[in-house]
């Protein structure tokens, strides 16, 4: 299976009923492939089941739409109704034969898709030119002279293709053109070329950045640092793994320490526990014995006092109750008394406290009384006072000495379970101390957290998990490091399928071991074009779908001739006589340039000044011909004359028209284009451009410029635009352009159509011309760098000295 | 306007010579046909399974090992110490068959058709080919065409027929001259259609290409009226393409076997291996190879055999005709034997053949004569 076969997806062409073959296109995955059956190698044969495909390829667009139709009303086709094919050659063979003929109609029209260059610098030109490049179903041929960037440009359209997941083939005559381009892909990852050496080449003379695309050096790197590597790793993803498995046999070991640890733990907190809760238990525990003999003197000692307060108690109440006696008796004669005591004479109750006789004796009597009960209650209170002291005593002594037993015995029990504690925490410092001897050989990520059965789990777990990734990552780099080892062998082969770049030298292809093996490829490009012959090229050819051809123009190229006083006549369009003689003294890259680009240049229209007046030359007038021009004026325009050359034996042809003086050039133009039906446009463009817009198709001839410009209307829908230029051979207005409205029914199909009958000129689409030098090498013998109308400027003026010249 | 072409019929001593370079092969039954046979050839997705590799291996071994959490991934290539560009390719080939992708942290995966292309050791993929696939027309039978697995490079004998000339003559002669093939001997798509609908076991019996998806037909759109506004950009490739050949073969039937070969219809020769092979089922196929011509037949047989050579039409009728094996028992009088013999005749020397059946396929049978 091939690169292409892997990666090659099934594209609509543009247009219906031509065998544009698909474009692979995506930039990535595309599973669905699609296999060309002309894939049958650069022999042609023929894969006999796919005959439809092979005549689809053969057939005229005709038989080719007659057949599609036929099978869309059908269903199937049958192969009785198939007409013979229009061309009995192998397809290949067929439309290099077409396209040396001239035979461009059958080529559908190209339209480039807009792409992401990788090549930021690119001008618009380069960037058509790998568009094209990039989405021609044939051929795409690019032309520049040198110093016009197609180096840079077959870069961009190596990487373009291979993006697309296409096999390219780049060859060129000379290692130097070769190797200017392979220079810039050297380090680009989207490709992958290989350098093919010539039979005399040696990798060691070329530039490093050239010498390692080729095999051998690609084949020494993988020998001296690819395998090494792969070693290095093994051996290292071995280490690892081994370094793991000695960590093996430490966790059984963590897990019971952190079981232990945890029975420490576990027995330290409660041992701590009981040590905070021993004076709560001492308490609970001492004294709780009733007949404890301490116990039992105290509750004697305290029975006693109660007994005896209890006395003390009763008496003092009698004595309150007497005193409560006495002083209801002295409240009864207390204002006798008082006002008695107080000789209130002056009151009635001294007077009534006078007259009682016993008052006297009675409060006497009442406070003796109240005298002695009051000695009574205080020495009563006072032995109250003394025995509850003596009571407080006893408690106080009681719990003193209860505390000072309870002190005793917390102590005592503290002792023994801070014995403990401290034999507990010796444990567990060994315990420790063996865990982080253990845990410094661990590695860093599976070392548990803590000394819990948990984080040992939790390592353990982590353990494993890297453990099954080294195993994985060692058997990865064991069997990475056989595959390199095995694939010495079979890298070639491998090199030569899998690279997407092959490039080579015409005569270094078929020498160098890797290109027996070579598929055909999806893209050919073929450096320095002009220099290749056709047997060359057609052996080239063979080797892929598509072509991409670039090259320089002739040194003597037509096109860069121009019509003047004295220039020797264009070079007519492929469909003029007198072609085939001009085509062929021209190499063949030249002859297809010729038959497939349309240059504007080759038209025979000229425009020019004559004593002040314009003169229109619509046919090239041979030399010694002017003897047959014949001078006769328009029948209802006396003011235009036109030149017929009406040579013997030949039918008479106008060649030129001559305005009066002071006639506009629309109006000229519209004249000829009215009258003589010929459509005579001059130009100072290279080539043509179809753009399209909502309102508008164009055919542009050059850009417009910012200077002054002329639209002519030429009929229904169709102008010309005209843009003054510096003066050339007397000549300012050039044509730009020619647009057609869209809203008089002007399609981009009818445009061509309408071009191509009245100029012959038919772009495919295959071609690009560059035309803005970046460099001067070497300097070119004419001004060819010059802008296309300085140049014919420069060309007219040298033909007009040179004339001179002669004259003189 | 080219005349009609007649069917012909092989002779006894060409089916004596078929007989005797058959013999190795054991065939029980020996029969002729000419089959229509159609030729279809159609853009079919396919299912190819390709070894991968050892590198491809190796790369999607590595793309699977290492996993997303330790975050080593076969994103960083440069521990390969390979050439950049050429793992660039490597890998670009696992992108574009779908086993490895690129997820967000641009580090290269495997993928689900990764895994499994790394255990069963290839990987798929689904390609768009042309294919041709052999058809035996039924339509005289009343049947739907039939696949058959025609083997090897078959020359190029068989020819167009014109129309109605596969048909039975009185059938042939009901048709207008000129008329396209096609009319008379369509071909309808479903029967390709079923065939990929057909069980794994059908397939495999009838040598059905089982890596066969999907058969990919031209996409109209509604109401289409002419080419241009279809887009053929992609259609052109499925129209189907039917060539129809009519072409002679010899079957024999062997104790386990049906097995066709190629006639050369200009000599009569055979060629050297057999174009077509059924075991179990081939009665499906061709059914009319499973019946046997019934006696009005044989005896029809028997006397066109001796209307040439001048036998006395009663005492051929008077024969008994037997079938045995390949053989046609024939139980003349002693009379029409002697007659034989005096003309040395093959049948006395058990070596003529005729032919019996209709429609386009016959039965052949070796001539046993015995005395009445």
């Known amino acids: 299976m091939t690169h292409r076969e892997r990666h090659t997806s099934e594209e609509a062409p543009a247009h219906a009923a031509t065998w544009t073959p698909p474009v692979s296109g995506g930039t990535g995955v595309s599973p669905v492939q699609t296999r060309d059956r002309r894939d049958t190698g650069p022999s042609g044969a023929l894969d006999p089941s796919d005959l439809w495909t092979d005549w689809f390829y053969r057939a005229s667009p005709a038989q080719q739409q007659e057949a599609l139709l036929r099978a869309m009303h059908q269903g199937i086709l049958y192969a009785h109704q198939l007409t013979a094919p229009a061309s009995s050659a192998a397809p290949l063979r067929s439309l290099l034969s077409s396209l040396l003929n001239g035979q461009v ?70 290692t130097a053109a070769l190797d200017s381009v392979l220079e810039r892909l050297s380090q680009h990852p989207a490709v992958c070329p290989i350098r093919c050496l010539n039979a005399e080449e040696n990798p060691a003379d070329l530039p490093p950045a050239i010498a390692r695309l080729t095999l051998p050096e690609r084949l020494r790197h993988y020998r001296e640092t690819t395998v090494p590597a792969a070693r290095a790793a093994r051996a290292a993803a071995l280490q690892t793994l081994n370094t793991r498995l000695r960590e093996q046999a430490y966790w059984p070991q963590l897990e019971i320490w952190a079981e232990q640890h945890e029975q ?10 009981r040590r905070n809760g021993i004076a709560a238990e001492v308490a609970r525990s001492v004294f709780s014995f009733p007949n404890s003999v301490w116990e039992r003197e105290q509750h004697e000692a305290l029975e006693s006092v109660d007994i005896q307060l209890a006395g003390l108690q009763a008496e003092l109440e009698t004595i309150t109750a007497k005193q409560a006696q006495l002083d209801s008796e002295w409240e009864a004669i207390r204002p006798l008394a008082e006002a008695w005591q107080g000789w209130r004479l002056w009151t009635g109750v001294w007077w009534r406290a006078l007259l009682r006789s016993s008052l006297k004796e009675q409060v006497h009597d009442l406070e003796t009384r109240r005298a002695e009960l009051r000695g009574a209650r205080q020495r009563l209170e006072a032995e109250l006072a003394a025995r509850r002291n003596e009571r407080i005593e006893i408690e106080k002594r009681y719990a003193a000495q209860r505390q000072r037993l309870q002190d005793e015995e917390s102590a005592r029990r503290r002792a023994e379970l801070d014995n403990e504690i401290a034999a507990v925490m010796r444990e567990q410092d ?24 948990q984080a040992v789990a939790a390592g353990r777990a982590a353990w494993e998990r890297l453990h099954e990734q080294e195993v994985q990552r060692a058997a990865a780099a064991e069997q990475w490091l056989q595959t390199v080892e095995e694939g010495v062998s079979t890298l070639p082969e491998k090199l030569a399928n899998s690279a997407n770049v092959i490039a080579a030298t015409i005569t270094a292809l078929p020498s160098d071991a890797g290109s027996r093996q070579l598929p055909v490829f999806d893209l050919l490009i073929l450096e320095q074009t002009h220099q290749m012959t056709e047997p060359e090229f057609a052996a080239a050819v063979r080797r892929a779908r598509r072509w991409v051809l670039i090259g320089e123009p002739a040194a003597d190229n037509p096109s860069h001739d121009r019509k003047g006083a004295g220039a020797t006549a264009p070079a007519p369009l492929p469909h003029r006589r007198g072609s085939e003689e001009r085509s062929s003294r021209l190499g063949f890259f030249q002859r297809l340039w010729q038959n497939l680009h349309a240059d504007p240049c080759r038209l025979p229209f000229a425009w020019m000044r004559h004593d002040d007046r314009l003169l229109c030359r619509l046919r090239p007038v041979a030399a010694g011909q002017e003897k047959w021009i014949e001078t006769e004026p328009v029948v209802d325009r006396s003011d235009i004359e036109l030149r017929i050359l009406s040579v013997p034996r030949q039918a008479p042809q106008i060649v030129e028209v001559l305005f009066p003086a002071g006639m506009d050039i629309g109006e000229a133009k519209q004249f000829i284009f009215r009258e003589l039906e010929e459509l005579a446009v001059q130009t100072c463009g290279r080539s043509v451009c179809w753009l399209e817009t909502a309102e508008q198709v164009i055919l542009e001839f050059a850009r417009r410029a910012e200077s002054e410009t002329k639209i002519i209307a030429l009929e229904s829908g169709v102008c010309e635009c005209l843009v003054r230029l510096p003066a050339s051979g007397g000549m300012d207005w050039h044509t730009c352009s020619l647009e057609f409205a869209r809203t008089a029914g002007w399609t981009r199909q009818r445009a061509e159509e309408w ?54 | ?18 007989w005797r370079e058959l013999a190795h092969r054991r065939p029980q039954q020996l029969r002729f046909s000419h089959l229509l046979i159609h030729r279809v050839e159609a853009l079919v997705r396919v299912r190819k399974f390709h070894p991968l590799d050892r590198w491809q291996r190796a790369l999607l071994h590595l793309a699977g090992t290492r996993v997303p959490c330790s975050g080593e991934l076969l994103g960083s290539l440069t521990d ?36 499994h292309a790394l255990q069963t050791g290839a990987m798929s993929t689904i390609i768009e080919e042309r294919r041709m696939f052999t058809f035996v027309d039924n339509s005289a039978l009343g049947r739907p065409p039939h696949f058959l697995p025609l083997s090897g490079e078959h020359p190029r004998s068989g020819r167009r027929p014109r129309s109605g000339e596969h048909l039975p003559p009185e059938q042939r002669q009901s048709q207008r001259a000129g008329a396209l093939c096609s009319e008379d001997c369509p071909f309808e798509i479903a029967s390709l259609e079923a065939c990929l609908r057909q069980t794994l076991e059908w397939k495999k019996r009838f040598r059905f290409p089982t890596d066969v998806e999907a058969l990919l037909l031209p996409q109209f759109h509604a109401g289409a009226a002419s080419v241009g506004s279809i887009d053929w950009g992609a259609n052109w490739r499925r129209v189907l393409l039917d060539v129809v050949e009519q072409r002679p073969f010899v079957f024999i039937q062997t104790a386990s076997r049906l097995l066709g070969f190629a006639v050369h219809p200009e000599d009569w020769t055979l060629g050297s291996e057999p174009l077509l092979t059924l075991a179990d089922g081939w009665e499906e196929a061709l059914p009319d190879l499973a019946a046997e011509p019934s006696p009005p037949m044989w005896r029809q047989a028997w006397q066109s055999w001796a209307q040439p050579r001048s036998l006395p039409s009663t005492e051929v009728e008077a024969c008994q005709l037997e079938r045995v094996d390949h053989r046609l028992l024939v139980h003349a009088p002693p009379r029409l034997i002697d007659r034989l013999r005096a003309a040395r005749s093959d049948a006395v020397k058990q070596e003529a053949w005729l032919l019996a059946g209709e429609g386009r396929t016959r039965t052949a049978a070796q001539i046993e004569l015995h005395p009445l």
């Not at chain 1, 420490?264 to 526990?273: F, I, M, P, Y």
């Not at chain 1, 060994?430 to 059965?453: N, Y």
């Not at chain 2, 019929?9 to 004596?16: A, E, F, H, M, N």
């Open chain 1, 264 to 273: 420490l733990a576990e027995r330290l907190r409660s041992l701590t526990e």
């Open chain 1, 755 to 808: 071009i191509a009958e009245r100029l012959g000129l038919r772009s495919p689409g295959r071609t690009v011309l560059l035309t803005t030098p970046y460099r001067l090498d070497p300097p070119p013998a004419r001004s060819s760098n010059a802008c296309p109308t300085c140049q014919k400027n420069q060309t007219a003026n040298h033909t007009t000295n040179t004339n001179k010249d002669k004259k003189t």
């Open chain 1, 430 to 453: 060994a315990l420790r101390e063996q865990w982080q001897t253990v845990c410094a050989v661990l590695s860093r990520e599976v070392v548990p957290t803590e000394i819990s059965r």
């Open chain 2, 80 to 115: 390969l110490q390979m050439d950049p560009q050429l793992l660039g390719q490597f890998v670009r080939e696992l992108t574009g068959s779908g086993l490895l992708y690129q997820n967000g942290a641009g580090l290269w995966q495997i993928t689900p058709a990764g895994c």
């Open chain 2, 1 to 18: 306007m080219s005349a009609a072409f007649v069917l012909s019929w092989p002779g006894s001593r060409v089916l004596l010579g078929w």
């Open chain 1, 105 to 174: 109609k059958e080529l559908s029209p190209l339209h480039p898709p807009v792409l992401e260059y990788h090549d930021g610098e690119l001008d618009p030109t380069q960037r058509e030119a790998v568009a094209r490049a990039v989405a021609t179903p044939d051929v795409c041929l690019i032309q520049g002279r040198p110093g016009t960037g197609k180096s840079r440009l077959a870069a961009e359209i190596i990487l373009q293709a291979a993006q697309r997941g296409e096999r390219i083939l780049f060859l060129a005559p000379t």
